[in-house]
């Protein structure tokens, strides 16, 4: 049998230390370049959707202020100065101070609707147990996979037979109606992360189930609320097709329809600085709100994670 002999350790000389370890140990620079590579990846990907989004919205801004003769011979430059004149032209001759009007009476009176009784189906779903209560819940979540085109037809001869059709509160019913499914779906899940020792201190007090919902439980509910308004808000001030078919009196028409009337109608005239400048009217109401609420909006997406 052979054995293998270990070659006895050289004496060290005065002075010099002997490592223990003679293969050396990678640091982590393999790892920080390969993390600075999918950085750089990534951030290149971002930025070149920044500017896809971006630019068609400054370009619409641009071409609102120029006149219709330099938007077809300079489409991608500057305006020479600001013609303020599209704006009043639109808003007034095109009618779009009217439109406007209607939209914010419409979706404003849809999105409060919604978020009242959305929240509160959304709590009894999340607090209470009851016979019927999956059943319930599943029932709005399946009416979110329901096509609302297929609905059309039916919706209109509810609508009509009920008095409702060419009315500014029928739209606002049908536009409650289309948004309650993912409000109800979305709070839900909101509130079953809520603390219930708040709701059960509160019920010790001596508070009522709805005192306890109004002053206890839908104030820490904000940043849900502001959430699911502002998907809402975007969904309804960017209908079309429930206000085509159940708004046919040109005195209620929304927004979206003037839009499209606008288009129509500027297509034989020419004067499509009149029609960018309502395009851009109907597109900063939806662009502000995004802005100013955009941290709510985060913290309600990200709440029930992190709790």
């Known amino acids: ?77 500057l305006p020479d100065h600001l013609h303020f004149d599209n704006w009043a032209r639109a808003w007034t001759d095109a009618n779009m101070g009217d439109y406007f009007l209607n939209t914010v009476l419409v979706v404003g009176g849809s999105l409060i609707g919604t978020l009242v009784l959305g929240s509160m189906a959304a709590y009894v779903l999340a607090r209470f147990d009851f016979p019927g209560n999956r059943f319930i819940y599943y029932l709005f979540v399946g009416g979110m996979s329901f096509p609302i085109m297929l609905a059309l037809v039916p919706l209109f001869y509810v609508v009509n037979n009920m008095g409702l059709l060419n009315t500014i509160h029928g739209l606002i019913l049908v536009y409650i109606a289309y948004s309650l499914p993912f409000t109800v779906f979305f709070l839900t899940a909101f509130f079953r992360t809520l603390p219930t020792s708040v709701a059960e201190a ?22 849900g609320l502001i959430s699911v308004g ?78």
């Open 202 to 223: 509160a019920f010790v007090d001596g508070a009522s189930h709805t005192r306890t919902f109004f002053q206890v439980m839908l104030p820490m509910a904000k940043p």
């Open 1 to 77: 049998m052979k054995t293998t002999e270990t070659p006895a350790p050289l004496p060290a000389e005065s002075g010099a230390t002997v490592s223990k370890i003679d293969v050396p140990v990678p640091g982590p620079a393999g790892k920080k370049k390969e993390g600075g590579v999918l950085n750089v990846f990534s951030h290149g990907v971002l930025i070149i959707w920044a500017i896809m989004v971006v630019t068609p919205l400054l370009w619409a801004v641009m071409t609102s202020f120029k006149s219709d003769s330099s938007i077809f011979s300079s489409p991608w430059s």
């Open 230 to 307: 502002i998907f809402n808000f975007l969904g309804q001030w960017n209908q079309y097709m429930l206000p085509t078919v159940l708004n046919t009196d040109p005195d209620k028409k929304v927004l979206t329809q003037g839009l499209v009337q606008l288009a129509v109608s500027q297509g034989y005239k020419g004067d499509w600085s009149g029609l960018f400048a309502g395009l851009v009217m109907a597109m900063l109401p939806v662009l502000g709100a995004y802005i100013v609420f955009q941290r709510q909006v985060v913290q309600g997406l990200t709440a029930g994670a992190l709790k």
